[in-house]
T-cell receptor, first 114, second 113 residues
Framework: DAGITQSPRHKVTETGTPVTLRCHQT?????MYWYRQDPGHGLRLIHY???????DKGEVSDGYSVSRSKTEDFLLTLESATSSQTSVYFC?????????????FGQGTRLTVV | GQQLNQSPQSMFIQEGEDVSMNCTSS?????WLWYKQEPGEGPVLLIA?????ELTSNGRLTAQFGITRKDSFLNISASIPSDVGIYFC?????????????FGQGTTLQVKP
């Protein structure tokens, strides 16, 4: 298994509160990603990072921000959580310095906004 | 925009049966990936395909990269209860070389012992 740890694994929060999810990797991979998974939608990309302090938006980035101050850590922040952000969030990593394009996923964080 | 359509959406089969599922796109892909997700876990890569027409096996799983580059197929032979899960196809998102992926909606597989 790829060395990816997501924390927390489960969280319940109230509407309007800030929430930060953490992804930590031990593989020294350059690329890191945050996806959300919702029924009927598969996984959709929120934000990604291609290096320390280098991040960009994905297809569903509204209401989310990210930061990457170290290679191993990628943080996802919901500045003011809404019920529509209730979802399962997955972090993924990829080593694009190699030929292959596979991404490896963490175990996910289940977030409930009440 | 890019979109991947998987079919069927769900399958309920008897143990021992073979399974076939597919993934189609309106645009060309240069890579096809197949993932499996078990309850409460993240997706795990099963097979990666990089060349049109390529046929790759991983145990009882076989996947093919369609010649048109707009589709891919995954077959599971002699299904067993531990095959239960959601199977996703995925491909590179857009033309940038950043490893971003676009996913199909998934095929949910249930196996009756």
């Amino acid at each position: 298994d790829a060395g990816i740890t997501q924390s927390p694994r489960h969280k319940v929060t109230e509407t309007g509160t800030p929430v930060t999810l953490r992804c930590h990797q031990t593989e020294n991979h350059r690329y890191m990603y945050w996806y959300r998974q919702d029924p009927g939608h598969g996984l959709r990309l929120i934000h990604y990072s291609y290096g320390v302090k280098d991040t960009d938006k994905g297809e569903v980035s509204d209401g989310y921000s990210v930061s990457r101050s170290k290679t191993e850590d990628f943080l996802l922040t919901l500045e003011s959580a809404t019920s529509s952000q209730t979802s399962v969030y997955f972090c993924a990593i990829s080593d694009r310095d190699r030929v292959n394009t596979e991404a490896f996923f963490g175990q996910g964080t289940r977030l409930t906004v009440v | 925009g890019q979109q991947l359509n998987q079919s069927p959406q769900s399958m309920f089969i008897q143990e021992g049966e073979d399974v076939s599922m597919n993934c189609t796109s309106s645009s060309i892909f240069n890579t096809w990936l197949w993932y499996k997700q078990e309850p409460g876990e993240g997706p795990v890569l099963l097979i990666a395909l990089y060349k049109a027409g390529e046929l790759t096996s991983n145990g009882r799983l076989t996947a093919q990269f369609g010649i048109t580059r707009k589709d891919s197929f995954l077959n599971i032979s002699a299904s067993i209860p531990s095959d239960v899960g959601i199977y996703f196809c995925a491909g590179p998102h857009g033309s940038s070389n950043t490893g971003k992926l676009i996913f199909g909606q998934g095929t949910t597989l249930q196996v009756k012992p």
